[in-house]
């Protein structure tokens, strides 16, 4: 007879979060679209090993297994799922190969290896090994209430849950998609372009050279070592250009913002990453009422996206939607607009890397009409990035729970 280990089991959430985690990361790196048709074969893939052996085993024919784990918890099981969607994705179906990933990583969850005769049944005889089910929902609730490791795989699976939620189910307002427009007649509008640089020579003639006729101010705020702003200067004679230490992105942008003139104001990087051609989609929606106009690479794309930082990304743009009622789709990027009147109100306090992030929460704050457009990013051109992604990371999260607290 065999006894589960107190606690050995992973519940609902733990199974489907977790699995449909695991295939997101999954499609991420494969440049797949996480669709709703992969997402329900995922849960099925998540569930299917229960849904088949929990009704035989532990209902149906309990006199005969003692056993809730028996053919679904088998490597022939999974064999078999293999063979039925390899078949199935030759005949066009591409999503098919989730289902049986995803009953894996239910069995990996199970830790079906502390149970080789069944994982590996036939190999030990066709008889399963049978379980000591006669207590079995006590046994459950008993580790509920002293184990709290239990909760783990749970906790983690309900926060994805609620991630892919967000994502896939609560609707956004309209998006502004405005990638075709060449041409703007902004009237009477007055555009200043801030571009804060340190150390970007290489990059200057790649964006300088690309800033759209529209643009009437380009204020840069430099704290660089190497020659940026004679290369500047060569480019763009008429920018306006001030030298500061070097403290940060945020303090640099707030000297810039404060340096503009323009009733409409757009911050850009000098890394070349953003495409200044771009600048009309951020501008249309200020002159059509809208405040602020957050870039987005999520509707966008991008080239320069790690699996890290774009699973780091998802977490925190969560985080933020949840906690502060925002539709954002994307949280850390900095290429944006502002009408100055509304950027006066933000006041944000942030050196950092973490602007992007205050600002983000302040125009919810601020009451700010705010829209999305789509930009694409691009690798930076030349040089290494002064992002540190696990020490920024983890300024932008102290950033989110403070102005939670401090609202």
Same mark, same amino acid.
């Given at each position: 007879?065999?006894?589960?280990?107190?606690?050995?089991?992973?519940?609902?959430?733990?199974?489907?979060?977790?699995?449909?985690?695991?295939?997101?990361?999954?499609?991420?790196?494969?440049?797949?679209?996480?669709?709703?048709?992969?997402?329900?074969?995922?849960?099925?893939?998540?569930?299917?090993?229960?849904?088949?052996?929990?009704?035989?085993?532990?209902?149906?024919?309990?006199?005969?297994?003692?056993?809730?784990?028996?053919?679904?918890?088998?490597?022939?099981?999974?064999?078999?799922?293999?063979? &039925?969607?390899?078949?199935?994705?030759?005949?066009?179906?591409?999503?098919?190969?989730?289902?049986?990933?995803?009953?894996?990583?239910?069995?990996?969850?199970?830790?079906?290896?502390?149970?080789?005769?069944?994982?590996?049944?036939?190999?030990?005889?066709?008889?399963?090994?049978?379980?000591?089910?006669?207590?079995?929902?006590?046994?459950?609730?008993?580790?509920?209430?002293?184990?709290?490791?239990?909760?783990?795989?749970?906790?983690?699976?309900?926060?994805?849950?609620?991630?892919?939620?967000?994502?896939?189910?609560?609707?956004?307002?309209?998006?502004?998609?405005?990638?075709?427009?060449?041409?703007?007649?902004?009237?009477?509008?007055?555009?200043?372009?801030?571009?804060?640089?340190?150390?970007?020579?290489?990059? &200057?003639?790649?964006?300088?050279?690309?800033?759209?006729?529209?643009?009437?101010?380009?204020?840069?705020?430099?704290?660089?070592?190497?020659?940026?702003?004679?290369?500047?200067?060569? &480019?763009?004679?008429?920018?306006?250009?001030?030298?500061?230490?070097?403290?940060?992105?945020?303090?640099?942008?707030?000297?810039?913002?404060?340096?503009?003139?323009?009733?409409?104001?757009?911050?850009?990087?000098?890394?070349?990453?953003?495409?200044?051609?771009? &600048?009309?989609?951020?501008?249309?929606?200020?002159?059509?009422?809208?405040?602020?106009?957050?870039?987005?690479?999520?509707?966008?794309?991008?080239?320069?996206?790690?699996?890290?930082?774009?699973?780091?990304?998802?977490?925190?743009?969560?985080?933020?939607?949840?906690?502060?009622?925002?539709?954002?789709?994307?949280?850390?990027?900095?290429?944006?607009?502002?009408?100055?009147?509304?950027?006066?109100?933000?006041?944000?306090?942030?050196?950092?890397?973490?602007?992007?992030?205050?600002?983000?929460?302040?125009?919810?704050?601020?009451?700010?009409?705010?829209?999305?457009?789509?930009?694409?990013?691009?690798?930076?051109?030349?040089?290494?990035?002064?992002?540190?992604?696990?020490?920024?990371?983890?300024?932008?999260?102290?950033?989110?729970?403070?102005?939670?607290?401090?609202?």
């Amino acid at each position: 007879m065999f006894y589960y280990e107190e606690g050995d089991f992973t519940l609902l959430f733990g199974h489907l979060g977790i699995t449909i985690g695991i295939i997101y990361l999954l499609c991420v790196v494969l440049k797949m679209k996480f669709s709703h048709r992969i997402l329900a074969v995922t849960v099925v893939g998540a569930v299917i090993p229960d849904i088949i052996d929990k009704p035989i085993g532990q209902i149906i024919f309990y006199d005969y297994f003692y056993n809730n784990r028996i053919f679904a918890h088998t490597l022939l099981f999974l064999v078999m799922l293999v063979i &039925i969607t390899t078949y199935m994705y030759s005949k066009g179906h591409k999503w098919a190969p989730i289902l049986p990933v995803a009953a894996a990583v239910h069995l990996m969850l199970d830790s079906m290896w502390k149970q080789p005769h069944t994982l590996f049944w036939p190999m030990f005889g066709l008889s399963f090994e049978k379980m000591d089910l006669s207590n079995w929902a006590n046994d459950n609730i008993n580790a509920l209430q002293h184990n709290p490791h239990v909760y783990v795989p749970e906790l983690i699976g309900l926060v994805i849950l609620l991630i892919i939620a967000k994502i896939l189910f609560i609707p956004r307002p309209e998006k502004a998609r405005l990638a075709n427009i060449s041409a703007l007649d902004k009237g009477q509008h007055k555009v200043s372009l801030v571009v804060p640089t340190m150390n970007e020579a290489n990059n &200057i003639p790649h964006v300088f050279s690309k800033i759209p006729q529209i643009v009437d101010e380009v204020v840069v705020v430099d704290s660089s070592k190497d020659k940026t702003v004679e290369v500047i200067k060569k &480019i763009r004679p008429e920018a306006k250009i001030f030298i500061e230490e070097p403290k940060g992105k945020g303090k640099a942008l707030k000297k810039g913002f404060e340096y503009a003139t323009g009733d409409i104001v757009i911050m850009i990087d000098a890394d070349g990453s953003m495409d200044p051609q771009e &600048i009309p989609q951020f501008v249309k929606p200020l002159m059509d009422g809208y405040d602020a106009v957050k870039g987005s690479r999520i509707l966008g794309g991008s080239d320069d996206l790690s699996l890290l930082r774009r699973f780091g990304n998802l977490c925190f743009v969560t985080l933020v939607n949840i906690l502060y009622d925002t539709d954002y789709t994307d949280l850390c990027y900095g290429y944006r607009g502002f009408k100055k009147s509304a950027l006066d109100k933000l006041k944000c306090t942030s050196d950092g890397f973490d602007v992007e992030t205050e600002q983000s929460i302040m125009m919810k704050k601020m009451g700010l009409k705010v829209c999305e457009v789509p930009s694409y990013e691009r690798r930076r051109i030349y040089g290494t990035s002064n992002l540190k992604t696990l020490g920024d990371g983890k300024k932008i999260l102290m950033r989110i729970l403070s102005e939670k607290v401090c609202k």
